[in-house]
């Protein structure tokens, strides 16, 4: 009987150890497919915020899906501090540089040539481009990432190695005497440098209000766009925010008027006008394009902390967090012809009394040991104003 006790005891004691190894295994297995569900939860409302119900689908030359949102639905709206707005997608800015300079009528064909239907949105609605998992996750990482668009000041005024991971070859309104911008402009042509995943290569006008900024140009960026294709982007740095295009946490972003435009479509060949403008009855910042200056979508006046621009730079900029870095502009050294060159050309300022310079003599360039400057105020080449040429190749 003594026997049967002690070879019982062993057994037991197995299967008790089995069922609590079984039952802790059991509790691993199960508590990250918990967490994962919550996770994918979250994702999709998130998903549900951003792929608002749209009146149409349609798509980009290159096949992009985008719906035709609302007006009043656009992610630029979806904060607690738009609850009283009275925003509506009729606004257009009131004053530019002296007259009004407005036409009697808007159309949806101005940028028609973007989209294979011709025409883009019905009025009324917004272009918002459809996003997935995979690309919801990539914009949240850029909100206060390093590798965001910066400006040259935040340099010194020594050329820099290219150890860093940002370079400029730029030309920059000069520091010395404080002034006050409502208004730039700049006509540039575009390139598809070679970039790696992780870098960009840029084309851009930063305009710097205080502390904040917002950038307009073109972009290759194959992290945020998950390609290798130039593209049109609005960046804004704005309330301790960062965000590009229109996707922006917090009530940040741009709020889009025009229903046959929106950033991060593709660049095409020809030569692009930008211009951003304070509105001078309510203070909001306009982005303008083409030379008709159409109006594209605003920031509220409340979402920068100063009301007037305080430095200018146009040129380019490129990203890399290891050398080599790539190429810019045209991947080319410049020569100085707006044929040859990747150029940035018909530069602008608006001043506090919105009186608007087409020289632009208050300018300095700035570029790091790796990539170059020039700039004129040029007579030979007709159309072409201030005339900035940069650019360079891969920098090792």
């Excluded at 917004?126 to 909100?143: C, Y």
């Excluded at 390609?227 to 301790?240: I, Q």
């Excluded at 430095?311 to 044929?339: A, D, F, K």
């Amino acid at each position: 009987m003594k026997m049967k006790l002690v070879c019982g005891l062993p057994l037991m004691c197995y299967i008790i150890c089995c069922s609590f190894l079984l039952g802790h295994c059991h509790g691993v297995v199960e508590e990250p497919k918990i967490l994962k569900s919550n996770k994918d939860l979250e994702i999709e409302q998130k998903l549900k915020l951003i792929n608002k119900p749209a009146v149409k689908i349609i798509k980009s030359i290159n096949g992009e899906r985008y719906g035709c949102v609302d007006f009043y639905k656009q992610p630029g709206l979806d904060h607690s501090s738009m609850k009283n707005y009275t925003f509506h997608y009729k606004m257009r800015i009131s004053y530019l540089g002296g007259s009004k300079m407005k036409r009697e009528t808007h159309s949806n064909k101005t940028f028609g040539h973007f989209w294979e239907n011709g025409v883009g949105c019905p009025i009324g609605t917004v272009p918002i481009l459809r996003v997935n998992k995979e690309a919801l996750l990539k914009m949240k990482s850029f909100d206060g990432d390093n590798s965001n668009p910066q400006s040259s000041w935040s340099k010194t005024y020594k050329p820099t190695s290219s150890i860093e991971s940002h370079h400029f070859a730029v030309v920059r309104t000069t520091k010395g005497k404080p002034r006050s911008y409502n208004g730039a402009s700049m006509n540039i042509n575009a390139f598809t440098p070679s970039v790696e995943p992780m870098q960009f290569s840029s084309t851009r006008m930063h305009f710097q209000i205080g502390n904040e900024f917002i950038q307009v140009g073109w972009t290759v960026h194959p992290q945020l766009y998950h390609d290798s294709n130039s593209r049109l982007f609005v960046f804004t740095n704005s309330g301790g925010h960062e965000c590009y295009n229109p996707f922006c946490p917090n009530g940040s972003g741009m709020i889009l008027v025009s229903e046959d435009f929106t950033p991060g479509l593709l660049t095409g060949k020809k030569g692009i006008d930008f211009t951003i403008m304070k509105d001078k009855i309510n203070g909001n910042w306009w982005l303008l394009m083409g030379t008709s200056l159409e109006e594209i979508g605003f920031w509220p006046s409340s979402r920068f902390k100063e009301s007037s621009g305080t430095r200018v730079e146009w040129g380019g900029e490129v990203y890399s967090p290891s050398p080599p870095n790539p190429p810019m502009g045209n991947s080319q050294y410049p020569t100085g012809s707006p044929i040859e060159d990747s150029y940035v050309r018909l530069i602008t300022t608006v001043d506090e009394n919105y009186n608007t310079d087409q020289i632009v003599e208050n300018t300095e360039r700035y570029s790091d040991s790796c990539y170059e400057v020039r700039d004129t105020i040029e007579t030979f080449w007709a159309h072409v104003g201030h005339l900035i040429t940069y650019g360079g190749p891969r920098c090792i």
